[in-house]
């Protein structure tokens, strides 16, 4: 798998994680007062998260994104369903 397929399973997966974290194991913690689902999910998530920011800044210098874009790219993942627009926006057009 090269390294431009990995990124786009990593934003993929980085996107999924969080909403699973938003949408299922917050409210199982909160409203089920079960805690288990937040430390499995949010670790998957933080290692997702952690892998996706690092792919975005060796993709920043080697495609040569402007300090705007990394940046939209960046803060994409904070945002649900984030991930998803910058695969589609960025990613998707990028020349293997």
């Not at 399973?9 to 199982?28: K, N, Q, R, W, Y």
């Amino acid at each position: 798998m090269n390294s431009l397929k990995l990124f786009r399973f990593t934003s993929i997966a980085e996107g999924i994680s969080l909403l699973l974290l938003f949408g299922i194991a917050m409210p199982v913690k909160y409203i089920l007062k079960e805690p288990i689902l937040v430390e499995i999910v949010g670790m998957a998530h933080g290692l997702l998260f952690i892998a996706y920011v690092l792919f975005s800044i060796v993709y920043t210098f080697k495609v040569k994104w402007s300090f705007l874009e990394f940046l939209i790219i960046f803060f994409a993942s904070f945002i649900p369903f984030g991930t998803f627009y910058v695969d589609k926006k960025y990613l998707a057009e990028i020349k293997a």
